[in-house]
T-cell receptor, first 111, second 116 residues
Framework: AQKVTQAQTEISVVEKEDVTLDCVYE???????LFWYKQPPSGELVFLIR??????QNEISGRYSWNFQKSTSSFNFTITASQVVDSAVYFC????????FGAGTRLTVKP | KAGVTQTPRYLIKTRGQQVTLSCSPI?????VSWYQQTPGQGLQFLFE???????NKGNFPGRFSGRQFSNSRSEMNVSTLELGDSALYLC???????????????FGPGTRLTVL
């Protein structure tokens, strides 16, 4: 079974700081998709980004960007110019028929 | 489009009882997955239904079961409740045709189950 490690349990930043959330995964699949989800205090998980394993080009979408490196099995997620509304728990999830989520990183953005 | 809805939102049961949770996916979505979220174990995958058939299953005991109806609505049943079943139960839907690995999941608000 695959394993997902989000080593950062909690991160606290001040508004407008950039913040990077780390994710390391294990999988035996050669082709797979990686996702990040956000769970705000309301509790409902929200999809953020998706990356397939055969495209290592890193992208930016608004204030979000991600760094995918297949060689190190890492899929890090960066929020630029953080805002208070970004406060949430963030989950990394390699999608597979055996769905696994990381333990989550709780991000607190202070005004 | 309306989002994923789950009923009830809150539930209190006692040990030994059974419970049924309901999930209505986004219109047009044929895949429904269920997850259990607890502070200790995090988010854990229970099972996925697609076109009324269980397509994938996590590592939970047989007390946890589910089904999906022809309109894609799904129910999850937990029999002989234990204190450790207290959790937030989340339902997620996706189009499903390309399999669980490809599509992003759209989550409902969850059902908070408390077992006393």
């Amino acid at each position: 079974a695959q394993k997902v490690t989000q080593a950062q349990t909690e991160i606290s930043v001040v508004e407008k700081e950039d913040v990077t959330l780390d994710c390391v995964y294990e999988t035996r699949d050669t082709t797979y998709y990686l996702f990040w989800y956000k769970q705000p205090p309301s509790g409902e998980l929200v999809f953020l980004i998706r990356r397939n394993s055969f495209d290592e080009q890193n992208e930016i979408s608004g204030r979000y960007s991600w760094n995918f490196q297949k060689s190190t099995s890492s899929f890090n997620f960066t929020i630029t110019a953080s805002q208070v509304v970004d406060s949430a728990v963030y989950f990394c999830a390699p999608h597979n028929n055996d769905m696994r989520f990381g333990a989550g990183t709780r991000l607190t953005v202070k005004p | 489009k309306a989002g994923v809805t789950q009923t009830p939102r809150y539930l209190i049961k006692t040990r030994g009882q059974q419970v049924t949770l309901s999930c209505s996916p986004i219109s047009g979505h044929r895949s429904v997955s269920w997850y259990q979220q607890t502070p200790g174990q995090g988010l854990q995958f229970l099972f996925e239904y697609f076109s009324e058939t269980q397509r994938n299953k996590g590592n939970f005991p047989g007390r946890f079961s589910g089904r999906q109806f022809s309109n894609s609505r799904s129910e999850m049943n937990v029999s002989t409740l234990e204190l450790g079943d207290s959790a937030l139960y989340l339902c997620a839907s996706s189009p499903g045709l390309a399999g669980l690995s490809y599509n992003e999941q759209f989550f409902g608000p969850g059902t908070r189950l408390t077992v006393l």
